[in-house]
């Protein structure tokens, strides 16, 4: 298995241990983290479970999943989540799912944390096209994305289930051919 490990200015992503649980969990167990994703708030027991399957999942050949701790350089503290799913049909695409504690928000966190990714894919797994969906009324999130390079494409109406019913999803791409290294 290779191991990931990639460095930007602020943040860094590697893969995640279960040793970051309990930090993980500051992201997928709190209600305004979770706001704009399709699910409520996980449990520790529950994020312990998404840990174990992203393990499993760095052992895959090919590798698919890529559940990575994002980690302040300065403290060293993870501080948020990003995930990299490759399209088993189409290897040179691949979605990404961020999120971050609600206190490292405002800073251009999301941003940075999305052109890291964006690399990441590029250079490292040499993918061709990478995309995210957001949550219609998740401003920050549509600004992060087009402000680190991506492209807004469009509206998937009920494109997920959430606890409050369907949700429409803004979908967003880079591609390696138009994407650019900030």
Known sequence: MRRVQCNGA??????VTEADVAALHAVYGDRTATQYMPFGPRTNEQVADLVQEALAAAEAEPRRLYMLAVVDTDHRDVIGVARLHIEADHPHSAEIGVGLRPDQWGRGMGTDLIRLL???????????????????DNLPAQLA????GMVEEGRIRHHVHTPDGWRDSIVHSALQDEWTDR
């Open 10 to 15: 602020r943040l860094s992503l590697r893969d």
């Open 118 to 136: 964006l690399a990441f894919g590029f250079k490292q797994l040499g993918l061709h096209r990478i995309w995210g969906a957001r949550a219609p």
């Open 145 to 148: 994305m087009l402000t680190a």
